[in-house]
């Protein structure tokens, strides 16, 4: 009996069985593909085949119809033409750093960066030989004067994620582009999530070069998924990165794929629904005598508000309070601790609003206006009332505004 026809054991038919169900599945979720190795048909397939440009599989690593279809909706979502997807989104924040700068590089940071990015600056790219300077997103001349003919890479975020300004993003991008035209410019867009504006279109002919998105917080919606992704519009500028992100060897869970595809149908009206929820209590917050400053860039009087309002259509989920200086630690925690509904954790975008303390200065290279403690407010999912009722019952409770001394 020769090999092919002999009758397969049981074990073997487990792995090698020959029933393939019919194609034409159709639902509205697309199916998840799960893979490390991936079949060809032949040794000429294996060596032919590519997969930086999307035309073929080769590993898991680099793709399965899965990650594709997560970075094809990515990047309609942001208007990119490239999207990579990365474990987290610092590690999409790092992928960027790593692949773009070399050994005497200069990066350029804005004072209101997310810790970590700051950090990973600080440590290891400045043991790697390649510097950074920190410039004041809100003054466009803070980043002219922090560029040298060095500067490859320009950092944005808007807004800082703690403490809310918006920056003028045009300006910022319009000085890069005149004064540094060999470096490029990478957004951070976790707060726009694609929905607030454009980052790859802000108007004027001026765009961004490259965007990162935390697809942790809004296109989850879940609390549950960590990851992060890359988008750029330039083929040569997404081969370097997807060649580093395969050196690196960056893979995503296909499970969590799946859950942030889950997640991105009913990402705007999330999205809608937090902003519209957080310009509430930021109404209601302006009334209380315990906050000196609310800071959101909806707001008229916050820091960025006008740039805010000139080039976005909405806003995320986020809003922090200014403490009346005179409060101590203490109190602080106490109305943070007291909070019912509003959990004490990192992160946004989630169903559960959560409440973080933050001292603004400690945070800071150059001056703050911040004074007081800062309460970063991300609005979750439930009634607009009872958050309300909860952050005025523990502001009641913790923060005596008649005791404090003059
Ligand atoms: C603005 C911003 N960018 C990036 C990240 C990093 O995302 P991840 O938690 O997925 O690493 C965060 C997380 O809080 C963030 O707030």
């Not at 599989?57 to 979502?77: E, S, V």
């Not at 050196?247 to 937090?274: F, I």
């Not at 943070?336 to 409440?355: C, E, K, N, Y």
């Not at 290279?365 to 009332?385: F, H, K, M, N, Q």
């Amino acid at each position: 009996m020769s090999a092919s026809s002999r009758p397969m054991q049981p074990e073997t038919a487990q792995v090698h069985h020959p029933y393939a169900a019919p194609a034409g599945f159709d639902a509205q979720l697309p199916a998840v593909h799960k893979a490390s190795s991936v079949f060809f048909p032949s040794v000429e397939a294996l060596r032919r085949t590519e997969w930086i440009d999307g035309s073929g599989y080769t590993y898991g690593l680099h793709g399965t119809p899965t990650t594709l279809t997560l970075q094809a909706r990515l990047a309609t979502l942001e208007g990119a033409n490239h999207v990579l997807l990365a474990p987290s989104g610092l590690a999409a924040i790092t992928l960027v750093d790593i692949a773009l700068l070399a050994r005497g590089d200069e990066l350029l940071l804005p004072d209101n960066v997310y810790g970590p990015s700051r950090s990973f600056a600080t440590h290891e790219l400045q043991a790697w030989g390649i510097a950074h300077r920190i410039y004041d997103p809100m003054d466009p001349a803070s980043l002219e004067a922090a560029l040298t003919p060095a500067t490859k890479l320009v950092w944005l975020e808007a807004p800082g994620s703690v403490t809310l300004e918006f920056p003028d993003l045009r300006g910022l991008v319009r000085r890069v582009r005149e004064r540094a035209p060999q470096a490029l410019i990478a957004l951070d867009n976790t707060w726009g999530a694609g929905l607030a504006f454009d980052a790859f279109d802000l108007g004027e002919g001026l765009a961004v070069d490259l965007t990162v998105h935390a697809l942790t917080k809004y296109p989850s919606g879940g609390a549950d998924v960590l990851m992060g992704s890359v988008a750029c519009r330039d083929e040569a500028l997404y081969r370097r990165l997807a060649l580093a992100h395969a050196r690196l060897g960056l893979g995503v869970g296909l499970n969590d794929v799946e859950a942030v595809l889950r997640g991105l149908p009913s990402m705007r009206l999330r999205y809608e629904a937090q902003d519209a929820a957080a310009r509430r209590i930021a109404q209601w917050a302006q009334g209380r005598p315990e906050f000196v400053r609310v800071l959101s860039p909806t707001l008229p009087g916050s820091p960025g508000h006008e740039h805010w309002a000139a080039l976005c259509r909405s806003a995320a989920g986020l809003l922090t309070l200014e403490l009346d200086p005179r409060f101590d630690r203490a109190a602080v925690d106490a109305f943070v601790d007291g909070l019912r509904f509003f959990r004490i954790a990192w992160s946004w975008g989630g169903p559960v609003s959560l409440a973080v303390p933050y001292e603004a200065r400690a945070m800071r290279s150059l001056a703050t206006p911040y004074r007081g403690t800062l309460v970063r407010l991300c609005i979750g999912l439930e009634s607009v009332d009872d958050l309300i009722a909860d952050l005025a019952a523990s502001a009641d409770a913790a923060l005596k505004i008649d005791d404090l001394k003059v």
